[in-house]
């Protein structure tokens, strides 16, 4: 269906009732997000076997619970592999629960950090105390979004508003990642937070939630590597009095288009990153078909470096989708390059037969599109009618400077 919201300013602090603020020192920080009523929440996670403390914590939580009023995350730890790790999941969740005077299991938490290290609970504690202190003063979704950062260069927030019978409904998310991103719920880390004023059942925003992941997070990738701590919650506390039955197309749209936004965010702070690459695949016999191809593109390392380079090698692109495992007829199919924010299109591939070659209007055009900062491939299978969209980015030097570097 057509958008029917618009953008707005807030992120997590934009649907009625949420409060949120953050602080950090240097390496550690902290950040709380609260409704002041009673939310249903849902979460998904991580589907590495090795996870962080703070996900089989609130794994728990969200199952043997049905009233939620806070998310409390902290960078800088991830509070995963190390000894007494879950006890020091649960000293986080109480520090916020005794500051915001509510039961402790009302408290989601993620973390976000090196793997291995014990929690500095002192420093973390200090960093809630300082986030709780700032929450009470005002409500600032900006510093919660940059308590959340680790190697990120910039916060990601965005909110949304649609109406329904003259009332307004939003919602409004943060989220952090740079690095070790990889599909499947989820990433390595990708923390995110949503919040939204609807009426909804837990199951309801649970279906919700996952649809948008898949056609979101599940669909980024950075570096392919998959993270112990990747951790999505939305939170619903009915304050617009608007219920979910009555715009169920309105508010899946609006929840998928926050997740992809952020998702995008994501991708395109891909440590070192320069571009962002959106990888659309049309015409699969399947949406299996349509997702293993269009991940297959943003994978590739080889792609990914071209992009870097600004070298419109569409044969890195052809051979990423044969590789995919998803059905195609090398010799009817077609490549095309444009530029996301723009009408630039250079057909590289049709119908099976090379259009860009040396010295062609259409080979400097593409060599141009490369050059912009967002790249649009699109590939068409010409085999059945079904689509996806994958979010990736460039792999430059830097990658390798931040992440050989990361704990030293």
Request: charged fraction near 25%; glycine fraction near 8%; proline fraction near 2%.
């Amino acid at each position: 269906m057509a958008e029917n919201f618009v953008v707005v300013d807030g992120g997590v602090v934009a649907p009625k009732g949420f409060k949120a603020n953050g602080h950090k020192d240097r390496k550690y920080g902290a950040a709380l997000i609260y409704s002041e009523t009673d939310a249903v929440a849902a979460g998904v996670f991580t589907t590495n076997k090795v996870y962080a403390h703070p996900v089989a914590l609130s794994k728990d939580t969200l199952v043997n619970n049905k009233v939620f009023r806070a998310i409390v995350a902290n960078s800088g730890n991830a509070n995963c592999f190390t000894k007494g790790g879950m006890e020091d999941a649960e000293l986080l969740v109480k520090k916020a629960a005794e500051l915001l005077k509510i039961p402790e299991n009302q408290v989601l938490s993620a973390s976000t950090g090196v793997i291995g290290r014990k929690m500095p609970m002192d420093i973390i504690a200090l960093e809630v105390e300082r986030a709780f202190e700032n929450i009470t003063l005002e409500s600032s979704n900006e510093n919660a979004s940059k308590a959340i950062m680790t190697t990120d260069a910039f916060p990601k927030t965005v909110a949304v508003e649609f109406e329904v019978n003259g009332k307004s409904v939003r919602i409004g998310g943060i989220a952090k990642g740079a690095g070790m991103i990889a599909p499947n719920m989820l990433h390595a880390t990708m923390l995110g937070f949503i919040t939204t004023d609807i009426e909804i059942s837990k199951e309801d925003l649970t279906n919700s939630l996952q649809k948008a992941t898949d056609e979101s997070f599940n669909n980024a990738v950075v570096d392919g590597d998959m993270s112990t701590n990747d951790t999505v919650y939305v939170l619903a506390n009915s304050q617009s009095g608007v219920k979910y039955k009555d715009c169920k197309e309105e508010f899946d749209c609006a929840l998928t288009y926050v997740s992809k936004e952020l998702a995008k965010m994501i991708v395109s702070d891909g440590e070192g990153a320069k571009k962002l690459i959106e990888a659309t695949v049309f015409g699969a016999e399947t949406k299996e078909d349509a997702k293993k191809a269009s991940m297959s593109i943003v994978r590739s390392l080889l792609l990914k470096t071209a992009v870097f380079g600004a070298d419109p090698n569409w044969g890195r692109i052809a051979a990423a989708v044969g590789y995919s495992g998803a059905e195609m007829d090398m010799n009817n199919f077609d490549i095309i390059i444009s530029n996301i924010s723009s009408e630039k299109q250079a057909i590289l591939v049709k119908a099976g037969e090379q259009i860009a070659d040396c010295g062609t209007p259409e080979l400097k055009l593409a060599e141009e599109i490369m050059k912009e900062d967002k790249i649009k491939i699109i590939v068409d299978l010409k085999r059945g009618s079904f689509e996806n969209t994958a979010f990736g980015c460039d792999l430059g030097y830097d990658y390798v400077k931040i992440n050989s570097e990361y704990t030293t």
